[in-house]
């Protein structure tokens, strides 16, 4: 799987969009990038993938440089229970294959009041 | 809601007595998961059941087995727990016969070893 890099933390204003950045330089063109967050003592949760398009769904967008070497995360509008290590990690899509996640070190984003 | 439980949320152990910690999922996907994830670290890739094939990380100490009795459970078995294994555990599942590639987490286990 391809590495990430990931700032180790963030801070964001309540109410404000938080865009947390990934670079992912040497990804391939089979790999997807998968954003998951993990609140404290809980499991990570998933929020988007996306191979190359723009994605959006209830709780993100991913914006995807057509290059493909580096991607935002962004949750439009950041409440105090967005606080939580944000993972980028990315890995070919599973189909046919179960191997399991490989979790770098993660943004810390903090949500401020 | 289908979901992969975790329990118990807390376990106490002490030095060297054997523990089990289970994991159930009604999400009926076929195959789950093992991390170890210490304090302030990434959560780590311990084993994986592929359906019933048993699949270990190359660097996963022999200490720890799992077992998987069915589809819907499976077991991480600490033989001997040592201080150093105090730790998150966290079960997943995924399912592999449709493409999306998604991880579904349980809470997890917080072992303490004293």
């Known amino acids: 799987d391809a590495k990430t890099t990931q700032p180790t933390s963030m801070d964001c204003a309540e109410g404000r969009a938080a865009n947390l950045p990934c670079n992912h330089s040497?990804?391939?063109?089979?790999?997807?990038v998968y954003w998951y967050r993990q609140i404290h003592s809980q499991g990570p949760q998933y929020i988007i993938h996306?191979?190359?398009n723009n994605e959006t769904n209830e709780m993100a967008s991913l914006i995807i440089t057509e290059d493909r070497k580096s991607s935002t995360l962004i949750l439009p509008h950041a409440t105090l229970r967005d606080t939580a290590v944000y993972y980028c990690?990315?890995?070919?899509?599973?189909?046919?294959?179960?191997?399991?996640?490989?979790f770098g070190k993660g943004t810390h984003l903090i949500i401020q009041p | 809601d289908a979901m992969v439980i975790q329990n118990p949320r807390y376990q106490v152990t002490q030095f060297g007595k054997p523990v089990t910690l289970s994991c159930s999922q009604t999400?009926?996907?076929?195959?789950m998961y093992w991390y170890q994830q210490k304090s302030s670290q990434a959560p780590k890739l311990l084993f994986h059941?592929?359906?019933?094939?048993?699949?270990n990380e190359a660097d996963t100490p022999d200490n720890f087995q799992s077992r998987r009795p069915n589809t819907s459970f499976c077991f991480l078995d600490i033989r001997s727990p040592g201080l150093g294994d105090a730790a998150m555990y966290l079960c997943?599942?995924?399912?592999?016969?449709?493409?999306?590639?998604?991880?579904?987490f349980g809470s997890g286990t917080r072992l303490t070893v004293v």
């Open positions: 059941y592929y359906d019933k094939d048993f699949n």
């Open positions: 997943a599942t995924s399912r592999t016969d449709r493409a999306w590639g998604g991880y579904t």
């Open positions: 999400l009926n996907h076929n195959v």
């Open positions: 990690i990315v890995r070919a899509l599973s189909g046919g294959g179960a191997d399991g996640l490989t």
């Open positions: 996306g191979l190359k």
């Open positions: 040497t990804i391939s063109g089979n790999e997807y």
